[in-house]
């Protein structure tokens, strides 16, 4: 299957400082690329949608001035989760999907491996 | 804020039995469903997907099952090893919307005793 990889895997970081999360999709180019968090046991919520060259869809009860959300290109986008306090602490996921490789595309989302953010 | 911690329903198996996890999804409107299996610390990893013009796909030691009639989808692992503890989160989505956004089950867990 495709392969989206996450940088960085974890990070510590104090109240008041932003952090940037990057999402890339590897050997293929996505249309859409989607952000999520997940709490302990608890399934992935969606943040936002984000379609290259656009501006994100959030849901509904996302901030979108404190998760910024960049998707520069077919196959980078960022979450920069601003101003980071403690409740901010999660798993963040993104996927990618509307896969194009070599004119085929594909409706799966296939995810990235993660950061752990961790807010002091 | 961080939510109340919810218990996901677990299932446990022997090793070298066979596993059958369920999910009820709730779009009529659906018509591709995909499994996800996520391990501890990882993301989500594509495990099978089935469209809806189908009522039965196989993978290697993996079946997934279709009822659209009751809006529910299986997993069946057979042989199941130490490997496949993890928890497993069936996902929906309407392709004809373009938006290829999923809507995910609450999630099972499947442990498996060696």
């Known amino acids: 299957g495709a392969v989206v990889s996450q940088h960085p895997s974890w990070v510590i970081c104090k109240s008041g400082t932003s952090v940037k999360i990057e999402c890339r999709s590897l050997d293929f180019q996505a249309t859409t690329m989607f952000w999520y968090r997940q709490f302990p046991k608890q399934s992935l919520m969606l943040m936002a949608t984000?379609?290259?060259?656009?501006?994100?869809?959030?849901e509904q009860g996302v901030e979108k001035d404190k998760f910024l959300i960049n998707h520069a290109s077919l196959t980078l986008s960022t979450l920069t989760v601003t101003s980071a306090h403690p409740e901010d602490s999660s798993f963040y996921i993104c996927s990618a999907g509307g896969l194009t490789s070599g004119g085929a595309s594909t409706d799966t989302q296939y995810f990235g491996p993660g950061t752990r953010l961790t807010v002091l | 804020g961080e939510s109340v911690g919810l218990h996901l329903p677990t299932l446990s198996v022997q090793e070298g039995d066979n596993s059958i996890i369920n999910c009820a999804y709730s779009n009529s409107a659906s018509d591709y469903f995909i499994w996800y299996k996520q391990e501890s610390g990882k993301g989500p990893q594509f495990i099978i997907d089935i469209r809806s013009n189908m009522d039965k796909r196989q993978g290697q030691r993996v079946t997934v099952l279709l009822n659209k009639t009751v809006k529910h989808l299986s997993l069946q692992i057979a042989a199941t090893q130490p490997g496949d503890s993890a928890v497993y989160f069936c996902a929906e989505t309407y392709s004809g919307a373009g938006s290829y956004q999923l809507t995910f089950g609450k999630g099972t867990k499947l442990s498996v005793i060696p």
């Open positions: 984000s379609n290259e060259g656009s501006k994100a869809t959030y």
